[in-house]
């Protein structure tokens, strides 16, 4: 519980900024193609709690956008996933957004009012995102390829939403153009 409050405060104090004392575990190094270790990241689906693994989801290419209800920028960035998904679902791109609120029970009015139309995933405490994902800023997106290896990693994706769009299509389309991992 300590540990949840911990990052939590560390996540509100930063409003959406860089973390001083950020971690970079081995696993999230954007790796090449044919490279880096595969994610290993277990959470729960909101609001029932059902278990969710990355590791279910091999042979698909995954983003995963990490947010909080308090996050301004997340409310820009939110409804681009939703189309992205809506883009390229058929095609094998599945979209997750990860909220790492501590009281769930701000999820779903921010849902509604935003139009998020995405899986929402939780964790046990806020504690996974930073220790797994090596989570410093809000928002922060990670491209996961076939494999569960994360190849691109962005931080902090405000702007221009169409330029956003126009980013993460390209890398998207790029990643769904790789050949199915063999096994």
Avoid at 23 to 32: I, S, Y
Avoid at 40 to 69: C, I, K, N
Avoid at 160 to 183: C, F, K, M, N, V
Wanted: hydrophobic share 40%; glycine share 8%; net charge negative.
């Amino acid at each position: 519980m300590r540990a949840a409050l911990a990052a939590a405060a560390l996540l509100a104090l930063a409003s959406c900024a860089h973390s001083p004392e950020q971690k970079k575990p081995v696993p999230v190094e954007a790796a090449e193609k044919g490279k880096g270790t595969p994610l290993e990241l277990h959470l729960q689906r909101f609001p029932g709690g059902e278990p969710w693994s990355l590791e279910g989801e091999r042979g698909s290419v995954v983003l995963l956008d990490v947010w909080a209800t308090w996050c301004m920028p997340c409310r820009d960035t939110l409804p681009v996933y939703t189309e992205l998904q809506r883009l390229y679902g058929e095609r094998g791109l599945k979209v997750y957004a990860f909220n790492v609120d501590e009281d769930p029970r701000a999820i779903q009015p921010f849902l509604d009012e935003f139009h998020v139309n995405v899986p929402v995933l939780v964790g046990k405490d806020a504690g996974v995102a930073e220790q797994v994902l090596g989570l410093g800023v809000l928002p922060t997106a990670y491209l996961i390829d076939r494999s569960g290896v994360v190849r691109k990693k962005h931080e902090s994706a405000v702007g221009d939403t169409g330029s956003l769009l126009r980013q993460y299509r390209t890398e998207i389309e790029a990643l769904l153009a790789e050949p199915q991992p063999e096994g």
